[in-house]
């Protein structure tokens, strides 16, 4: 998914998630207010889902360009190799 895409996916019916890991993430001050807006303009969303949303697609984003979808694919190989 593309950070562009987020608007209309928060807009439809939320789905669960499996979530596995916790992180303790620190924020600049105006970037907050601008999670807890989103979250009150998706009011099916928590900040929390917001966050998780936002990391996905950006994550989604990277692994789509190279140099550094080669070196993801590259290292997911090694590791199924290993397993």
Not at 13 to 21: C, I, L, M
Not at 63 to 71: H, N, T, W
Request: aromatic fraction near 4%.
């Amino acid at each position: 998914m593309k950070v562009t895409d987020l608007p209309k996916h928060w807009a439809q019916k939320k789905q669960p998630v499996e979530r596995t890991h916790d992180y303790n993430l620190r924020l600049p001050l105006e970037d907050a207010a601008r999670v807890s807006a989103l979250a009150e303009l998706y009011p099916d969303r928590s900040e929390a889902d917001i966050l998780n949303d936002m990391i996905a697609a950006a994550l989604d984003d990277l692994v789509r360009q190279s140099p550094i979808k080669d070196r993801l694919e590259k290292r997911d190989r090694q590791g199924s190799d290993q397993g």
